[in-house]
């Protein structure tokens, strides 16, 4: 099977090809005639972030609510959202593991295994492109149409069962009463593009800024971090480790994009993790960018995932290939992987497309535990169990949330 990581659109079906051509900005139920009058703004979303944090960027056609979030986290966690309803969203993006499943490749509803590791979806409404090595998805609710009705994998296994969806989600009393509320300008709300609209807003929501680093770093708590963090931030940001060059600023990536953005920065980089053969070449499906441009410089070119909340999404790498953040910093310290045998042997470090800012250094055994020790602070204990992003199919059951 050839997983193809290119947004295979326009195989998915009409409603996909709708969205490409446009026509979904357009969907709010107008009619023919003059330009519609731009709707009321609805009421303010208050994204609760501490002071100097970025807001996300909410596109113009799907703006924020408190309605439109609480079914886009219904959305979410239903299993109505796969074929054989054995899965949701929540299966592969779990709460308690900063959204993500601990596995190397996702496991889908089908028992298809992912050739890439589940991605966080903490803080995605501040990515400029989505996925590990997609220049062409941009925005979460055309992401969103991947897992859903995806072949290439397949993961929520609804292909060409758009109508069963609306058909299960129309018989649910909760979204009878919810989708009007979202969607009130329209009679008829229930439909895909305001299911990938909710689940859009609910994610744009979910923001992680709980962590000790932004306690220290925003809340101007000069002890949140302990010492050994404090070094390890010096190392994190200094020239010798060059992290921070693609995993810097507040959201520790450098493909971000916020309210307050004068450009896009959209950037993928080869880390120097696979040379097969001495060829420079990444394992066959995935390849990074190199996938969808079949540009040879894009060869395992690859996103820098945000770093917030690492400690908990292990393994590590767009294949899950390195099981700790130990042996991330040994990748690197080599300038590089090496892979003595095996299908995928080869010298890491001398990957021609490998990024200039993967030289390697040499750590000390403290320095090393230092900068682990920085990286744990950026985990957001509160985001694991923080109600708002939590199940509310179990919070009803158990007399919780609304
Ligand atoms: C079978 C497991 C699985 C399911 C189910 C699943 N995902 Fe994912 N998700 C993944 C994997 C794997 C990736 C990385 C995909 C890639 O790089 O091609 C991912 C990536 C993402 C990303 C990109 C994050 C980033 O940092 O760029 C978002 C957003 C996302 N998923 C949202 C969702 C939503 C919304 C649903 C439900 C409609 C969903 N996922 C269902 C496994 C899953
Ligand atoms: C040239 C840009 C670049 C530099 C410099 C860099 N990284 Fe990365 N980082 C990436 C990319 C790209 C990936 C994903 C690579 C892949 O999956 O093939 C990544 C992946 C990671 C991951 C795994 C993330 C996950 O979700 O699986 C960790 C942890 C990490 N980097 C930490 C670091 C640390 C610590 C440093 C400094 C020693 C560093 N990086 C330097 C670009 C960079």
């Known amino acids: 099977m050839k997983y193809l990581p290119l947004l295979p659109l326009a195989a998915r079906g009409s409603f996909a090809a709708l969205l490409l051509l446009g026509a979904f900005a357009g969907c709010g139920g107008e009619g023919e005639g003059p330009p519609a009058p731009v709707p009321p703004a609805p009421a303010t979303w208050d994204f609760g972030l501490p002071a ?34 054995t899965q949701s969203c929540a299966s592969c993006h779990d709460q308690k593991l900063a959204f993500t499943d601990g596995r190397a490749g996702g ?13 966080s979806i903490v803080n995605v409404g501040y990515l400029s492109t989505l996925t590990w090595a997609n220049p062409l998805i941009t ?27 609306l058909e299960r989600l129309r018989k649910e009393p909760v979204y009878e009463a919810l989708f009007p509320k979202a969607f009130p300008d329209e009679a008829d709300p229930v439909r895909l593009e305001n299911v990938v609209r909710a689940i859009g807003a609910f994610e744009r929501s979910v923001i992680s800024y709980q962590s000790a680093w932004d306690r220290y770093n925003y809340g101007g708590d000069s002890k949140a971090l302990s010492e050994a963090q404090k070094r390890g931030k010096d190392l ?8 921070f060059h693609c995993h810097g600023g507040f959201n520790f990536s450098d493909s971000v994009v916020h309210d307050g953005s004068t450009f896009t920065e959209t950037m993928f980089h080869n880390t120097g993790l696979y040379n097969l053969g001495g060829t420079g070449a990444y394992p066959e499906g995935n390849r990074g960018v190199y996938e969808v441009t079949s540009v040879t410089t894009d060869m395992g070119r ?5 770093l917030r909340n690492i400690t908990l999404t ?11 953040l ?22 890491g470090s001398t990957n021609p497309y490998k990024s200039e800012l993967i030289n390697g250094f040499v750590l000390t055994e403290d320095e090393k535990a230092d900068v682990l020790a920085f990286l744990a602070a950026l ?19 158990a007399g919780g949330m609304p």
């Open 52 to 85: 100097g944090y970025p807001k996300p960027k909410v596109p113009a056609d799907n703006p924020m609510s408190v309605d439109k979030v609480e079914l886009g986290r219904r959305l979410f966690y239903d299993k109505r959202l796969s074929g054989n309803e």
């Open 107 to 119: 496991l889908g509803s089908t028992g298809e295994v992912h050739p890439r590791s589940s991605m």
């Open 139 to 165: 925005e979460l609710e055309e992401q969103a149409l991947l897992p859903l009705f995806g072949e290439t994998p397949v993961e929520l296994g609804l292909a060409g069962k758009e109508d069963v969806l």
């Open 236 to 243: 994190f940001f200094s020239e010798k480790l060059e992290c």
């Open 302 to 306: 690859f996103r820098a995932p945000t």
């Open 314 to 324: 292990a393994p590590y790498m767009h294949d899950g290939s390195i099981a700790t």
């Open 326 to 347: 130990s042996e991330v910093l040994d990748h690197y310290a080599a300038g590089g992987r090496t892979i003595a045998d095996g299908p995928y042997a080869g010298v």
């Open 379 to 397: 985990t957001d204990d509160a985001l694991l169990t923080d109600p708002r992003f939590a199940d509310p199919w179990k919070q009803d059951s």
